[in-house]
């Protein structure tokens, strides 16, 4: 079984469009993160969720816009895609806020925009 | 802010060859310390963790970490290298009650068989 779990996987979209990333993840865990690599592969964090409440909003544009539906769901929404979204996003969790636990990581999705 | 610094970008080694990778942070707090490996188009996985105890942790294929509070590092070493250890090797640090990682910029092992 899959722990942490991301669609799609490869998502190919012209500037402009609005496009969702969805995030599942089956291990109890109470936190939820989105992490953006970038081409350098460079890694950093934009959101984190605490039990479906805003952690961490890591001054990501506006166009970014997560939710959580409950505490094992954590989808991204992105309005008016632009070229420099193009990026490969990684979705994580890990127990309770506070814990000193490592974070699980999705396989990431690789979003191009053309 | 915290910061995390990994001095070698590009590695190359042979098989066998011994391995060491750099990370320093900058934090004066309390942290947990992480190495992450994302192979060839993989996601990130973990390596080994340092929350508290022996500064000396092992993790899994053979690599060990070395935690030196003085120094504020946290060193990767692997005593003979495998082509399978290909990949892109990450340090990453969140302050102790904290889950926000924060992450080296990476680097990047080759092995030649």
């Known amino acids: 079984d899959t722990a942490v779990s991301q669609t799609p996987k490869y998502l190919v979209t012209q500037m402009g469009n609005d496009k969702s990333i969805k995030c599942e993840q089956n291990?109890?865990?109470?936190?939820m993160y989105w992490y953006k690599q970038d081409s350098k592969k460079f890694l950093k964090i934009m959101f984190s969720?605490?039990?479906?409440?805003?952690?961490i909003n890591e001054t990501v544009p506006n166009r970014f816009s997560p939710k959580s539906p409950d505490k094992a769901h954590l989808n991204l929404h992105i309005n008016s895609l632009e070229l420099g979204d193009s990026a490969v996003y990684f979705c994580a969790s890990s127990r309770r806020q506070g814990a000193s636990t490592e974070a699980f990581f999705g396989q990431g999705t690789r979003l191009t925009v053309v | 802010a915290q910061s995390v610094s990994q001095h070698n970008h590009h590695v190359i080694l042979s098989e066998a060859a011994s391995l060491e990778l750099g990370c320093n942070y900058s934090y004066g707090g309390t942290v947990n310390l992480f190495w992450y490996v994302q192979y060839p188009g993989q996601h990130l996985q973990l390596l080994l963790k340092?929350?508290?105890?022996?500064?000396l942790v092992k993790g899994i294929k053979g690599f060990e970490a070395e935690f030196i509070k003085s120094k504020f590092s946290f060193n990767l070493r692997k005593p003979s290298v495998q082509w399978s250890d290909t990949a892109e090797y990450f340090c990453?640090?969140?302050?102790?009650?904290?889950?926000?990682?924060?992450f080296g910029t990476g680097t990047r092992l080759l092995v030649s068989p």
């Open positions: 291990l109890g865990h109470d936190t």
């Open positions: 990453a640090v969140n302050e102790r009650g904290f889950q926000k990682l924060v």
């Open positions: 340092y929350f508290s105890g022996d500064p």
């Open positions: 969720y605490n039990n479906k409440e805003l952690i």
